[in-house]
């Protein structure tokens, strides 16, 4: 049980640095950390989301980023429509309000992760892999063609959004403990999900579908949820993104970005909450920093990825669980 | 629109279509036997392109250019194969597709460093430019026309490769029944390397052809990409029939996505959104494809 | 043959996969608190017949009844809810799961639905005390928190049927419960069976014939998808195309 132990004292001290991290940032004068770190926490927070389906459910989206991008335009055409103080559609006023804009964001895409879904869930194996991500690429083109929120080339917004009367998102320590909050509230409530009865009833079907439906699971919709709950969350983590970029645009929604997203999962150890957190933060970071050494780090970094893979799959956070508890080779 | 320019936009339709056909086939086989997902394919399709382009600048010959181009882009398909994929096989498709993300990185950074950011173009062979009245009334490029006849060439190779060979009985068997052709006594893994070097000089091939026509950049093969897979899902994946019948669908559809639209005044970007609708459409009431591959 | 009180009534099964038929004009009733053994060579299409009754693969024509209901066109999880629980050939569990866990997952999925997002699933006394006592009951109480994957092949199997009888089935279809076991884990599963015999109904498949005639209240006969004979071991025994088609070419125990 020492492992155990470990296991808590690390997301304590790594929850505890990222609360400090502002104050750290300010005492060096390299404010510029702040707004480095609350985009880690933004795609730790869809990295979890993209984890309840991969890590947790077994189902391999390569979409994921479909679902982020579509918080985002939520938001950003919300934002764009009030401070044009026009209707979308003509039909629907703008708003700046997240309470509004925040939650409307989830709903969208985790209604579109349902229809999406819907479709995809029916198959399995290769086929879902590749249906995930043609609909990410719909979807992807669909804002393409969306000129009026700038095609191709995204849409600024002006960013100062206002956090129920309370917190600006110009303010940048306020905002970074805003998203803070989000992502430990995320954590908190998967956690709850993960260990409730539709949780293991997801993690049955990673585990052994056919054997769920045999003791009388209708697995489909089950997996369903989970997949909508996902997009739910990888929206309001688009969400997030909105505001804190003020600017979006169709390249968050990329291919490679779902790529990237399960590179952050499985690099930081799949199936555990805190491993996605763990793997989104040295991805950004080799990002950030790595192309100061070199700007060819990607010629490196896919062997590494491949390395990775064949020797090293239960990811950073994977290291530090006890062994009874890791997932039984199949 | 005009029957001309109808006839015009289908032939288009029809090269894009064989040119998917080229990549999709060989994928569909290293899915389909392997039950093994390959996002690098399209890398090969890549450098396909760049070392076609380089020997065409050395050699001044662009036929030459793809004689030579071909063997290496095999080669480095077999070295794919033998140095990363075959400890893959018998991984989970997660593993898969983490693996072959990682090598499409390594392949695109490795073009950047060897040929640099900026994309080439290529010219198009001095013996098939310009245009003949193949339609009456609607000269249409030579070059266009020969690409369709090396797509139709390859399909019709492939067809007597898999329906009349004793190899493609056995690939056959593999996309239907992997033991089975294990059982048989067949070296599996010399199998799978075979096909493997055939798709990648088939994807090379790809590329090859699609220099002169579109450009040469870095990222080139991630689009194309995808749409194969769209191919290949649509067509069932494992059947070289259902990819060759999906391909021209595909190649239509986006074809003809990119004309209609812009007619009616609609965006451009739909063209691309149509080929994905399409495929939905189809997994909806066929999930596994036109030609699901029994298994 | 058919009896209207019986439990499970198939009628006219018929499967075909390309030109083999897997089941042939296949009928067959199981009244309740019954143990009918289904044998036949291999290829005679035993484990197809139970993949149609507990509804993975879809009969080309026929009708199955269950408790009075037509099940043939419900899909398998409704069909489990209805209480038709199955053990497989090749052992089908949840790797990863302690054995514990396998069985309350079995109890969940019998305890209404399972859109529950909050309460700690694991410490829900609703799941894990009827799980630990189905543990006890076939004989792993002492393996409860082992996972799954960890215990050995006759233990797996045991669990199996642990999973089977959690979801307080009506009738127990067991595929070949004893398959790949050594001596002393076919004798402890026989033991287990021996238990359930008169308490619950059970329709299985087993290649050991001396199991086979001790355990089976009736016996029926496939050879090519079809019901050559039905009846109690004695009768079988003395069948004269039985003997012929299938026990006097290889009368193996």
């Known amino acids: 049980m020492a492992a155990l132990d470990r296991r808590h004292v690390f997301v304590v001290t790594l929850l505890a640095l990222f609360a400090l991290l502002p104050i750290a940032a300010q005492l060096a004068d390299q404010p510029f950390y702040i707004g480095q770190f609350r985009r880690i926490l933004i795609f730790a927070i869809a990295a979890i989301s993209l984890d309840l389906i991969l890590g947790y459910g077994g189902m391999v989206s390569l979409g994921h980023a479909a679902f982020f991008g579509i918080g985002a335009y939520v938001v950003g055409i919300l934002n764009h429509h009030a401070a044009e103080e026009t209707l979308f559609l003509g039909l629907l006023p703008g708003s700046r309000n997240v309470l509004i804009t925040w939650p409307l964001a989830m709903l969208v895409a985790a209604a579109s992760a349902g229809l999406i879904g819907l479709v995809s869930l029916r198959t399995s194996g290769i086929y879902f892999i590749m249906i995930t991500l043609a609909f990410a690429q719909m979807v992807y083109f669909f804002f393409v063609s969306l000129s009026a929120y700038g095609g191709d080339d995204g849409l600024r917004f002006p960013g100062d959004t206002v956090i129920a009367g309370l917190i600006d998102t110009q303010d940048d320590i306020a905002f970074y403990y805003a998203v803070f909050a989000v992502l430990a509230g995320v954590l908190y409530l998967c956690q709850r999900m993960i260990e409730s009865r539709f949780g293991l009833v997801i993690q049955g079907c990673r585990e052994n579908e056919r054997r769920m439906q045999a003791i009388g699971f209708p697995t489909f919709r089950y997996r369903l949820a989970c997949f909508t709950i996902a997009g739910g969350i990888a929206g309001l983590a688009g969400a997030l993104f909105a505001a804190h970029e003020s600017y979006i645009s169709p390249s968050i929604m990329h291919w490679t970005r779902s790529g990237d997203l399960i590179v952050m999962v499985v690099m930081g150890g799949m199936g555990s909450l805190i491993g996605p957190v763990v793997g989104a933060t040295v991805f950004l970071l080799m990002e950030k920093l790595l192309p100061d050494y070199t700007e060819h780090w990607p010629v490196v970094f896919g062997p590494v990825l491949l390395l990775i893979v064949l020797f090293a799959k239960r990811g950073i956070f994977g290291w530090l669980r006890p062994r009874e508890h890791r997932r039984a080779a199949p | ?295 | 043959m058919q009896r209207p009180d019986a439990l499970l009534e198939v009628h006219g099964l018929t499967k075909r996969f390309g030109g083999i038929v897997a089941s042939d004009e296949l009928s067959l009733a199981v009244p309740e608190g019954e143990i009918h053994a289904v044998i036949g060579p291999n290829g005679a299409g035993k484990t197809t017949l139970i993949a149609q009754l507990a509804g993975e693969i879809r009969p080309d024509a026929g009708t199955i009844r269950f408790a009075g209901a037509d099940l043939t066109h419900l899909p398998m999880a409704a069909r489990a809810r209805r209480g038709l629980a199955r053990s497989f050939q090749i052992t089908s569990i949840f790797r990863g799961f302690t054995a514990l866990d396998n069985v309350a997952m079995a109890i969940q999925a019998h305890d209404g639905h399972s859109f529950r997002f909050w309460a700690r699933a694991r410490s829900d006394p609703r799941l894990r005390e009827p799980a630990r006592a189905i543990l006890a009951e076939v004989g792993l109480d002492g393996r409860a928190d082992m996972i799954a994957a960890n215990l050995s092949h006759g233990e797996q199997r045991q669990l199996e049927i642990a999973m089977a009888l959690a979801t307080r089935p009506r009738l127990l279809l067991l595929d070949e419960p004893m398959a790949g076991m050594g001596r002393e884990e076919s004798a402890r599963m026989v033991e287990l069976l021996r238990r359930l015999k008169g308490r619950e109904t059970i329709l299985i498949i087993e290649h050991d014939m001396d199991v086979v005639f001790a355990l089976a209240d009736r016996i029926t006969v496939l050879v090519y998808g079809r019901a050559i004979a039905t009846g109690r071991p004695d009768e079988i025994r003395a069948n004269a195309e039985v003997r012929q088609a299938y026990l006097g070419e290889d009368d193996h125990a």
């Open chain 2, 1 to 295: 629109m005009t029957v001309l320019l109808f006839l015009e936009q289908m032939l288009n339709g029809l090269q894009l279509g064989v040119t998917l056909f080229l990549l999709a086939a060989g994928l569909t086989l290293v899915f389909g036997i392997m039950n093994m997902v390959n996002l690098a394919h399209g890398s090969l399709y890549m450098m396909g392109a760049y070392l076609c382009a380089t020997f065409a600048q050395w050699s001044g010959n662009f036929f030459l250019a793809v004689l030579l181009a071909l063997p290496v882009v095999a080669l480095i398909g077999l070295a794919v194969e033998i140095v990363a994929l075959r400890t893959l096989y018998a991984r989970d498709h997660l593993d898969q597709v983490l693996a072959t993300f990682g090598l499409i990185l390594f392949f695109n950074e490795l073009v950047k460093i060897v040929w640099g950011p900026v994309a080439i173009f290529m010219d198009i062979p001095p013996l098939l430019a310009g245009r003949v009245e193949f339609i009456p009334g609607a000269p249409y490029p030579v070059y266009r026309l020969a690409v369709l006849a090396v797509g139709l060439a390859v399909a019709a190779f492939l067809w007597w490769l898999i329906t009349r060979t004793r190899l493609g009985m056995l690939i056959r068997a593999g996309a239907a029944n992997r033991e089975m052709v294990g059982a048989l006594g067949v070296d599996i893994r010399l199998l799978f390397t075979l096909v493997f070097g055939l798709g990648a000089a088939l994807a090379g091939l790809a590329g090859m052809i699609a220099g002169p026509l579109y450009v040469v950049e870095i990222g080139m093969g991630d689009a194309i990409l995808i749409k194969t897979f769209v191919v290949i899902v649509i067509g069932g994946i494992g059947s070289i029939r259902g990819a060759f019948v999906a391909a021209l669908i595909v190649g239509m559809v986006d074809t003809f996505g990119r004309v209609l639209p812009s007619a009616a005044g609609l965006p451009a970007a739909l063209a691309e959104m149509m080929t994905y609708i399409l495929m939905a459409a189809i997994l909806f009431w066929k999930p596994r494809g036109l030609f699901p591959v029994m298994g």
